[in-house]
């Protein structure tokens, strides 16, 4: 949505070819002559473009938060995540939602796997770090954007290779915590699975109530 925003401001002209700078010239609160947010587009006219992209981003937010567990609902996630790519949505963005399609395959998923790759306490331990892990990726993601986008980070001078590197480490911390968040999700819902066996075993719960 950040890129839609950035060619939404460009106006109402076309573009000048397939990838374009989302940050146009003329910024004056971006410091990086970097800073220009590369992205691809089919459309050519920025205007269009960037309301393509930030609608996109508005659907894909929606798409996570309400429909994405339902029975094809990770193959309509990842058809909005390439529609997004293709106007104008950015290029990093590829990345981070092909690992969210990943994860969200697996929904549906039996859970054996994980309840034999985690005995029950580290399954136990894992399953509290879930929301920690994917707050952390929130937090690399949110710096990166800040760097990228105004040029400046903390007690980093204004130097292109300083911030170059910075921004390279950033995304490997965002790519490990999402990662990570994805493990200890799988190890809740591990925890959960024998949680719910044993009392099902013990008579407390209905055979109903047992997730699939």
């Given amino acids: 949505m950040n890129h839609g925003v950035f ?3 460009q106006g109402n002209h076309s573009t000048t070819g397939l990838v374009i700078k989302a940050l146009g010239p003329g910024y004056g609160w971006t410091v990086w002559t970097h800073g220009s947010e590369p992205a691809f587009t089919i ?8 309301i393509l992209a ?4 508005l659907v894909m937010i929606f798409w996570s938060l309400r429909c994405i567990h339902r029975p094809g609902g990770p193959s309509i996630f990842l058809l909005l995540g390439v529609t997004s790519f293709l106007v104008g949505g950015g ?3 590829v990345l981070l939602f092909t690992l969210n399609w990943a994860a969200a395959t697996r929904i549906r998923s039996s859970l054996r ?3 034999w790759l985690f005995p029950a306490p580290v399954g136990r331990v894992l399953g509290k770090l879930w929301p920690w892990a994917l707050a952390g990726a929130a937090v690399f993601f949110l710096a990166a954007l800040e760097i990228a986008v105004v040029g400046y980070g903390p007690h980093v001078p204004v130097q292109m290779e300083l911030l170059g590197k910075l921004l390279w480490r950033l995304a490997l911390a965002i790519v490990l915590s999402l990662l990570l968040s994805f493990l200890c999700g799988f190890a809740h819902d591990a925890a959960a699975r024998r949680t719910d ?9 209905q055979v109903g109530k047992l997730p699939l």
């Fill in 7 to 9: 060619e939404m401001l």
């Fill in 43 to 50: 459309v050519p006219n920025f205007l269009l473009t960037g």
């Fill in 54 to 57: 930030t609608l996109i981003g």
């Fill in 91 to 93: 290029m990093a963005q």
């Fill in 113 to 115: 796997f994980w309840c």
């Fill in 197 to 205: 066996a044993a009392s099902l075993q013990h008579g407390t719960i």
